[in-house]
C-alpha cells in the first residue's frame, strides 16, 4: 500500500482519481491479480491485471485483460518500470490466449499519458 500512496503523490495534478484508500487492491490481493516490479531488492511498481471490467469497458468479450492501479514509485522515475510492467501485463494476457491489454487512465495525467 505504500508503493500504491507514494505513486499517488506524485502524480500530476495532485488530485487523484484513485482517491485516498485502495480497497479494491486489498480485495485482489488473495486473487493473485497483483503483481510488482522490483528494483534492487525493492518494490518499486505495481498493477493488477484483471479479467473482465463491464464497469468501464461493458462486457467482457473473452478476449482482454484489464490493466489497473498502474503505478511506480517516484524513486524509479526515468528508469523504464512503467514500460516493463505495461509489457509483462501483456505476456501475462497473451499466456491466457487473450488478444488485448486495456488500460484506462484519466485524460489529464499527461505524465502517464506521455
Same mark, same amino acid.
Given at each position: 500500500?505504500?508503493?500504491?500512496?507514494?505513486?499517488?503523490?506524485?502524480?500530476?495534478?495532485?488530485?487523484?482519481?484513485?482517491?485516498?484508500?485502495?480497497?479494491?487492491?486489498? %480485495?485482489? @490481493?488473495?486473487?493473485? #491479480? $497483483?503483481?510488482?516490479?522490483?528494483?534492487?531488492?525493492?518494490?518499486? &511498481?505495481?498493477?493488477? +491485471? /484483471?479479467?473482465?471490467?463491464?464497469?468501464?469497458?461493458?462486457?467482457?468479450?473473452?478476449?482482454?485483460?484489464?490493466?489497473?492501479?498502474?503505478?511506480?514509485?517516484?524513486?524509479?522515475?526515468? %528508469?523504464? @518500470?512503467?514500460?516493463? #510492467? $505495461?509489457?509483462?501485463?501483456?505476456?501475462?494476457?497473451?499466456?491466457? &490466449?487473450?488478444?488485448? +491489454? /486495456?488500460?484506462?487512465?484519466?485524460?489529464?495525467?499527461?505524465?502517464?499519458?506521455?
Amino acid at each position: 500500500m505504500d508503493l500504491l500512496q507514494s505513486a499517488r503523490g506524485a502524480r500530476e495534478p495532485a488530485r487523484s482519481m484513485w482517491g485516498g484508500e485502495f480497497p479494491d487492491v486489498l %480485495r485482489d @490481493l488473495p486473487e493473485g #491479480l $497483483v503483481h510488482l516490479g522490483w528494483i534492487d531488492g525493492r518494490a518499486m &511498481g505495481t498493477f493488477v +491485471l /484483471r479479467w473482465s471490467d463491464e464497469q468501464v469497458w461493458g462486457p467482457c468479450d473473452g478476449q482482454g485483460g484489464y490493466l489497473h492501479r498502474l503505478a511506480a514509485h517516484p524513486d524509479a522515475a526515468g %528508469r523504464g @518500470l512503467g514500460r516493463q #510492467l $505495461v509489457d509483462v501485463a501483456g505476456e501475462l494476457t497473451a499466456s491466457q &490466449g487473450r488478444r488485448w +491489454l /486495456r488500460l484506462d487512465c484519466q485524460l489529464d495525467n499527461r505524465r502517464l499519458r506521455a
